[in-house]
């Protein structure tokens, strides 16, 4: 039988790989974004998810940053998870929103102070003026901070992928792969099992 919500599918697939000794999945975490910029180029990176639930899946970076400018002006997006022990993919589309302020300053409260700095300093996506630029904001950024918990900068903060299609595709001997295609449906989903 084909799990119902797929939400809760999701989080039993994603802890499995968590499981998973990791010099053989170091980040079971890592998801592939995809963006549309202007002129409906897109544009895939990998990051991180950092909280789910049936409202999304979240991940932060920089506002300022090219993912961010792309969100920004246009809030579609794609993720994908893949694991290959587990032979299993995951695939989101959906709208993006902004998560709250209170969410964003909440995680970044837990991250390692240099990370916090390194949100200070990184002009993401910019080129470098020089080798040392990096260096030197960052050790401008010790300095305005020493003594102090690093705040969360304006600039940087958290989306919400808040999921209109999931597929999960489990890989078959043969090539006849299983996928399970859920759509949102109001409230609801509606499953379809598809071709490999």
Not at 11 to 16: E, H, I, K, S, T
Not at 96 to 103: M, Q, R
Request: hydrophobic share 35%.
């Amino acid at each position: 039988m084909i799990p119902p919500d797929p939400i809760e599918r999701f989080r039993g697939v994603y802890a499995l790989a968590q499981k998973i000794d990791p010099s053989i999945i170091p980040e079971p975490d890592a998801m592939s974004l995809g963006t549309i910029e202007d002129g409906a180029q897109p544009s895939v990176r990998i990051v991180l998810l950092k909280a789910f639930d049936e409202r999304g899946f979240v991940f932060y970076t920089n506002y300022h940053g090219r993912k961010g400018r792309h969100l920004l002006a246009h809030p579609r997006a794609a993720l994908c998870f893949y694991w290959p022990p587990l032979d299993v993919q995951v695939r989101i589309e959906g709208t993006v929103t902004k998560v709250a302020d209170e969410e964003a300053d909440a995680y970044f409260a837990t991250r390692p102070r240099l990370s916090q700095i390194g949100a200070w300093a990184s002009r993401q996506s910019e080129p470098l003026e020089s080798p040392t630029a990096l260096d030197e904001r960052v050790a401008k950024y010790e300095r305005e901070f020493q003594g102090r918990d690093v705040p969360r900068p304006n600039f940087w903060s958290g989306f919400r992928v808040a999921p209109e299609t999931i597929e999960f595709w489990k890989g078959k001997p043969n090539r006849l792969h299983e996928r399970h295609l859920y759509t949102r449906d109001g409230n609801a989903w509606r499953i379809e099992s598809l071709y490999p």
